[in-house]
């Protein structure tokens, strides 16, 4: 597999923007950073087709033998799990949008339609074949260092591999992967299986276009400022800014790839200082919020599936210090946890964590109780 090292600016033409705007990956990535070294990693998980079972959790342990699926079956490259991890899955299968290893490697994938292209499978090849979902799995269970993935890169050819639970189509897919030193690469598979890597633009990732393109599209919003604009006098007139936020006038609050990727580059970049990873987790997730995305937004109300109630089914926070996994989900947004410091990989069993089986928002009831209430709620 070529591998080619992208940190440069190219022209790229730009498609029809309804190729990349559809509801179903409209997923967004940020990362941020804590005064005592934490690095949190971040995202939304958009899939307004029907229930992906996002919120179902699998644990892998340590030691699990695997076979990558090729076009022919699973006849592709072997391997055994050096780390045990965790990871949101998809339609019951072993892989989905992001997921974090017990030495704190976090991998996320991330829609590229249009764009990625994986190699054209060749049978000579098989043993080092495998599938995007394949390519997930084999980072998280064989590194712990972004620069361990990059090295190892070469060693894999990912190709198409037909998955009926998706409809039969092919995955497209883009990765962000992140350690615990805050080293992280952007990497994809174009060209028919050439691997192109970026350094993240402030950690921030989304969807199609390639990830040169958001870098040159930023240049646009040069003007973005976090101060607000001053009185200008123009004749008799004196003009003052109508309310707060005058200076983010001009970012675009639609929900394409390229308007999410400039909305999150600009709240990461005026993030307030952070002191602990904790901090930085629950940061995240107010930020996040700017980038729900209501079920009807995006899709026809003739075409509204009837098994989800948002765009948005998943958001989750990863503290890679800490090795702590957070999320909530479109059915309950409690902010829940995975502690993967207090899992002992190399004894527990391959599981699933669903922790939204009554598929109901936790209320907690703090209405104040006068006397007589008191009184009548205790006979």
Known sequence: MKINYIIRNSIITILVFSLFSSPIYACTGITLLSKDGGVVVARTVEWALNDAQHNQLLVVPRNKEFKAQTPEGTNGKSWKAKYGFVTLTAYGQPYGPDGLNEEGLYVGVYYLPGFAEYAVYDSNNASKSMSVGDLMQWM??????????????????????????????????HFKIVDPSGNSRIIEIVNKGEVKIYEPYLGVITNSPTYDWHIINQRNYLNLSTYPNQQKNFGNYELNPIGGGSGFIGLPGDFTPPSRFVRAAAFTASCRPLDTSLDAVFESFRILDNFNIPLGAQVPVEKLPTDIVSA?????????????????????REVRKIDLKLIDFSE?????????????????????????????SKK
Not at 312 to 332: A, G
């Open 348 to 376: 527990i069993k391959e599981q699933i964590i669903d922790d939204d089986i009554k598929k109901e928002n936790t209320i907690k009831d703090v209405t104040p109780q006068h006397s007589k209430r008191k009184k009548a």
């Open 312 to 332: 948005t089914q998943v958001t989750s926070s990863c503290d890679l210090k800490e090795k702590v996994y957070y999320y909530h989900t479109m059915w309950n």
């Open 140 to 173: 998280l269970s064989s590194f712990k260092t972004v620069d361990e993935v990059i090295l190892h890169l070469k060693d894999v050819v990912v190709v198409s591999v037909e998955n009926k639970d998706f409809g039969g189509a092919e995955l497209p897919f």
